[in-house]
């Protein structure tokens, strides 16, 4: 089966401080993903990635930055946390599909929470 | 936005009822996904159509595509009060780099 993990199911963190949040999948997937779910909201894509060392914004990416150095590793950080940040992340990947990334495995979220 | 829209936002049925939950979006796609979320947790995939099929099954799940109206609808025959979730659609936009971006989510409420 494949598993995506993601470091920490809850953060707590402060204002200005210098998140990272970590994911990594074991399937050997080209594609990964950062989304953010907030009520009401659905799934807003973050950042997105289609190979090692390869990023592309999605729709929010203001205040993310992330690094893919390994294939199975997909970080998000967060330069200076806001509470506007506080959510919950969650990481996906794929492998390629007909046309495009196919089907998305989830990890299991990481619920950040700025003070 | 760039994401669709889903209707209903909520859905309560009763157990043995059929679920059908809608998805619209804006720009052309490669194939549309639905996915579920049990509460707090991460989503699971149910079904993948790609835009040159009308409709798939899979077990008591019917997905139907309608690229000329660009909406998909999502049935769930015979519910169980296991099926309570969220249902999220998803779409692999065509061209450029293919985001794949999703809806606001449908919650249904099978009571049993």
């Known amino acids: 089966d494949v598993k995506v993990t993601q470091s920490s199911r809850y953060l707590v963190k402060r204002t200005g401080e210098k998140v990272f949040l970590e994911c990594v999948q074991d399937?050997?997937?080209?594609?990964m993903f950062w989304y953010r779910q907030d009520p009401g909201l659905g799934l807003r894509l973050i950042y997105f990635?289609?190979?090692?060392?390869m990023k592309e914004k999605g729709d929010i990416p203001e205040g993310y930055s992330v690094s893919r150095e390994k294939k199975e590793r997909f970080s998000l950080i967060l330069e200076s946390a806001s509470t506007n940040q506080t959510s919950m992340y969650l990481c996906?990947?794929?492998?390629w599909g007909t046309g495009g990334p196919g089907e998305l495995f989830f990890g299991e979220g990481s619920r950040l929470t700025v003070l | 936005s760039q994401q669709g829209e889903e209707d209903p936002q909520a859905l309560s049925i009763q157990e043995g009822e059929n679920a059908t939950m809608n998805c619209s979006y804006k720009?052309?796609?490669?194939?549309l996904q639905w996915y579920r979320q049990n509460s707090g947790r991460g989503l699971v995939h149910l079904i993948l159509?790609?835009?040159?099929?009308r409709e798939k099954h899979s077990g008591r799940l019917r997905v139907t595509l309608d690229t000329s109206k660009k909406s998909s609808s999502l049935l769930i025959t015979a519910s169980r009060a296991a099926d309570t979730a969220s249902y999220f659609c998803?779409?692999?936009?065509?061209?450029?780099?293919?985001?794949?971006?999703f809806g606001t989510g449908t919650k249904l409420q099978v009571i049993p």
């Open positions: 720009t052309s796609i490669n194939n």
């Open positions: 990635s289609y190979d090692v060392k």
């Open positions: 998803a779409r692999l936009n065509s061209g450029g780099y293919q985001k794949v971006t």
């Open positions: 996906a990947s794929s492998l």
């Open positions: 159509i790609r835009s040159n099929e």
């Open positions: 399937m050997d997937h080209e594609n």
